[in-house]
């Protein structure tokens, strides 16, 4: 029964991205879908981050004890700041790391 699951699923993914990036199908998007379509993922990675960061022991943690919220806050002005993506997840990570471990 997984097997049927991942197997539908998968062609369910690949039958979505086909529709919409196979440039001989007729299928065409308005620029209100597209505009709508354009905040899929930002909300998407907000709903991943968002409770590691608040909630890493299942209850809300909002205090500079929390190494998940510094790491964070960290990485947000890192990225401000230098423009980097490199520079700051790896600087970001050893924040993070060097909290929680000590």
Known sequence: MI???LLAMALLVFTSRYLFLE?????RLNA???KLLSYS?????????APIVFLPE???SVSWHNPYL???VVAVLLA????SVLLTAVISMAVFFL???L
Do not use: D
Request: proline letters at 9%; charged letters at 10%; aromatic letters at 12%.
């Open 3 to 5: 097997w049927l699951t």
């Open 23 to 27: 440039p001989r199908l007729p299928l």
């Open 32 to 34: 209100q879908a597209q």
């Open 41 to 49: 993922s930002p909300a998407v990675l907000t709903a991943i981050w």
């Open 58 to 60: 299942g209850e809300l």
């Open 70 to 72: 510094v790491a964070a």
């Open 80 to 83: 401000w700041k230098l423009k």
């Open 99 to 101: 909290l929680s471990f």
